[in-house]
């Protein structure tokens, strides 16, 4: 048996369509971390990464090396278990009104942040107000659209009036991008010095090398394990592979199968996740040529995404529509051309009256491993068609800030995933959504079809609307969707107590301890 097949691998299937309906419905009491206490051992764990978060300020945090650190720093109102269920965060319980007008939150008493001040009702009233308001410039704004004000009845109550029932809300809350900050702080201060109610509070930062958490003796929950994590930045993955089989690193996160082959030796074993993050080029149908959508499906005919998935990462994936949710997964074989079409791709060119298309595309080199070899095979692909990729190659802070800026007529992409769609996509393909000048699509009828979603309970209802919302996104090629793919996380055996998450997440550093 090859290598590539011993990597142990954990599937979404495990997700049933029950569990994953189970997101939407409002959350139940919890005494304490709902996934138990940590093993018995401790120690300093060291974790290889390819780049230096671009920022410590969790709000606006975009990039994957930023969330990962700063998941294990704040606290959200609610957190995803192992199975991606909703369970309780900083909220030990909350309740929604019988016509889904209110959502009530019950914090937990005695949570303080990491300067030791108390985390009460005041501080989440400032945080949401603070996601919503638009000079905060906030990710996850749009996830908080059907909030129409938040109240504070008491300090351990919070009560967020909604404009229309939102059945995405509680488990939309569980993402660092809605992190409950100290009203005390500001976005200048946190850059610095992170004030959180993690599990791990921030010890110190050397640009470019090193950022260090430790334990946050004072956490509500089980507290950690570990007595601290080091990131550890390491450019090169195959000098994280080497690192690893000498003992410096102890743990690594790779995306490219051929580096997670390489690392599985000896004292160290690798095991594979099917993610929920997926592989995209996206176009900005506000630019040129890529406003006529003949244009955008002859880009879509013109692709054969399992040649992208073969060649970029070893076939290790599965050919992907929008909605990688598994309740609500897309099927690829509905969209236009679910196989690569020349001829049909020649004639929607034909019907835009464009010949010696030319999409000048944006790449990231060093946040994911197999980004430029993806860009290099779409690239070849679709000059066979007459389309020509022009590739720019940035370093990731550099593509980060051409993304966030919607900086780009095309941008080749590995965007997370999130158990709900409305978390995947309502930020994007709303018209008032804060990431629609980043997707650069919308339509009247996306925005009725994301309120009609947000709204419904019911989750057969629910399904089909994002069927529809499926539908529209790639009968319109609003991007190009390609692969979902693996994580592979590499530890050494003295790494006990991990359990890896569909949604890259590293929360479960928090049960994690190093053994002799």
């Not at 998941?71 to 369970?87: C, P």
């Not at 005041?122 to 638009?134: G, H, K, R, T």
Request: net charge negative.
């Amino acid at each position: 048996m090859s290598q590539r097949k011993r990597i142990a691998r954990g599937t979404l299937a495990t997700l049933s369509g029950a569990t994953a309906l189970s997101l939407v419905l409002a959350g139940c009491s919890d005494s304490g971390s709902s996934d138990g206490a940590a093993p018995a051992g401790g120690g300093d764990l060291v974790i290889g990464v390819t780049s230096d978060p671009d920022t410590l300020f969790p709000w606006t945090a975009t990039q994957f090396q930023a969330v990962n650190v700063l998941q294990n720093i704040y606290g959200t109102l609610t957190e995803l278990d192992s199975d991606m269920s909703v369970v309780p965060g900083l909220a030990e319980e909350w309740e929604t009104s019988e016509d889904g007008s209110t959502l009530t939150f019950h914090l937990r008493s005695g949570v303080t942040f990491q300067d030791g001040s108390a985390m009460d009702s005041e501080d989440v009233v400032f945080s949401l107000e603070s996601i919503m308001a638009e000079e905060t410039a906030a990710v996850a704004a749009a996830s908080l659209a059907a909030v129409e004000s938040v109240e504070a009845p008491d300090e351990t109550t919070v009560v967020l009036n909604l404009n229309s029932p939102d059945a995405s809300l509680p488990a939309n809350l569980a993402s660092v991008n809605m992190a409950i900050l100290s009203s005390d702080d500001t976005e200048e201060e946190l850059n610095t010095q992170p004030n959180g109610t993690g599990p791990f509070t921030f010890d110190n930062r050397v640009s470019s090398q090193s950022v260090t958490l430790v334990r946050n003796e004072e956490f509500w929950g089980y507290p950690a394990a570990l007595a601290s994590v080091e990131f550890r930045v390491i450019p090169d993955e195959s000098a994280i592979v080497s690192a690893l089989q000498s003992g410096n690193v102890q743990m690594a996160v790779f995306d490219d199968p051929l580096v997670a082959q390489t690392a599985e030796t000896g004292d160290v074993t690798v095991e594979a996740t099917a993610q929920l993050s997926y592989h995209t080029l996206m176009l900005n149908a506000r630019r040129g040529d890529l406003a006529d959508r003949n244009v955008r499906l002859a880009i879509q005919c013109a692709i054969d995404r399992q040649e992208v998935l073969d060649t970029a990462a070893l076939g290790e994936g599965e050919v992907t529509g929008p909605i990688t949710s598994p309740a609500y997964r897309s099927d690829p074989q509905a969209r236009p051309c679910p196989e690569r079409d020349l001829d049909q791709a020649a004639q929607y060119l034909e019907d835009a009256g464009v010949s010696d298309l030319t999409i000048n595309t944006i790449v990231s080199q060093g946040e994911y491993a197999t980004s430029v070899n993806e860009a290099q095979n779409l690239q070849a692909q679709l000059a066979e068609a007459g389309i020509t990729l022009e590739l720019e190659v940035l370093e990731s802070g550099a593509y980060v800030d051409r993304w966030v800026a919607g900086d780009f007529d095309a941008a080749v992409a590995l965007n997370g995933g999130n158990p709900d769609p409305h978390g995947m996509y309502g930020r994007y393909f709303t018209s008032d959504g804060n990431l629609n000048p980043v997707a650069g699509y919308s339509s009247p009828e996306l925005d009725d079809l994301f309120a009609q979603g947000r709204a419904i309970e019911d989750p057969e209802d629910r399904r089909e609307i994002y069927h529809q919302i499926s539908d529209h996104l790639e009968d319109n090629a609003a991007w190009i969707w390609l692969f979902t793919s693996y994580s592979y996380t590499a530890t050494t055996s003295s790494v006990q107590g991990y359990t890896p998450m569909p949604n890259g997440s590293l929360r479960f550093l928090r049960t994690t301890a190093l053994t002799s």
